[in-house]
């Protein structure tokens, strides 16, 4: 170590770097910059936000529709009995349907030994053949055996959304009636601009290029998160969302994958096809895909009738905004004080 410190302190000495590109204390031109952008950042966010408030004022439920919304809880509360019993059904079958697959697991593998043991004083033709023959039929089981626990594991979740997690929802609003989750589906938020960062040296640009330090994606899958629960809510209930809560895929469980959907989709599980038999994974995955469509389309029809606040990073919304003017600067609106003319200069140069 005490012959590292010597040889640091001369390859630091020797190269001519940058005057202030190692300093940990901002320039004065960065600063100014910073706090420029910090307002142009801030007054995007006010202009989101009244947004984002304006567009809720419209879609917030008025009494009438609030009454509407406990009646329609009412009826969610009957409904869950009868769908709650045939989920119930349905398990019983899967479960019969899994217990007799293990059996025939078992005796398939008796039955594979009991064929080795006789065969093998026979010549090795016709125990290859019986070998064969036996494959096939094993790797149906394995099959069979896959899609009835799968089969059971989906019924059994349905059960417990109609016997405990739906409940506890349908009882609060029912309590509640003029302040219920209201899962009516309605989406207002759009995608905001990363908060500006003073950066002192070479290493912020490196370390931000190198390690990705930010929670917003984490915040983001959060977010969809919820979205995706009012929807699934909603879709268990036909006083909900209508039709939509007979989709075979929920209802039936993966038993229709190999009857209807893989013969109409086959590995194409993202186009969103045959949706009412997609399975219950498929469809999430597609709403996700919806949901983020659907923020993105907001975005670009918020910041294409205002171009001059600040629009989030590429890394954010991607190529949806390349259509707008490129901005890599406050706008000038925020740069007319004489002392912040140096500004655009420094950073043209």
Known sequence: SSLAKPATKRLFHNNNLPMGLLESKPREDQIQLYHAK???YERTIEAIEEHERQQWKKVTPGSARLALYWLQMLVC??????????????????????????????LAASLRDLIGRT?????????????????PRQRSWQTSDLLAARQLRHQAWRLQVYTSLAPEVLVYNLKNPWQPYFADGA??????PEMPKLRTSWMDDCCQEICDCSCQAFCGCLEYMAKLEVLYFRSNFFALSGCQSFQCGSCLGPCVEPCCYSPCVGQDVNSGFCKACEPEEVRLARWLREAVERKM?????????????????KGIVGDALNALPDQENPSASLLMAPSQNRIVWVTGN
Not at 119 to 135: A, H, K, R
């Open 187 to 192: 989406e207002v938020d759009i995608h905001r």
């Open 38 to 40: 910090l307002e142009w």
């Open 119 to 135: 065969s093998s004083s026979s010549n090795d033709s016709i125990q290859l053949s019986n070998t064969d023959s036996v494959q």
């Open 77 to 106: 509360v009957l409904e869950s009995v009868p769908r709650a019993t045939f989920h119930a059904c349905a398990w019983l079958v899967a479960a019969v349907w899994l217990g007799l697959a293990l059996g025939t697991k078992q």
């Open 297 to 313: 389309s907001r975005t670009v029809s918020f910041y294409s009738s205002r171009p001059d606040l600040l629009r989030p990073s």
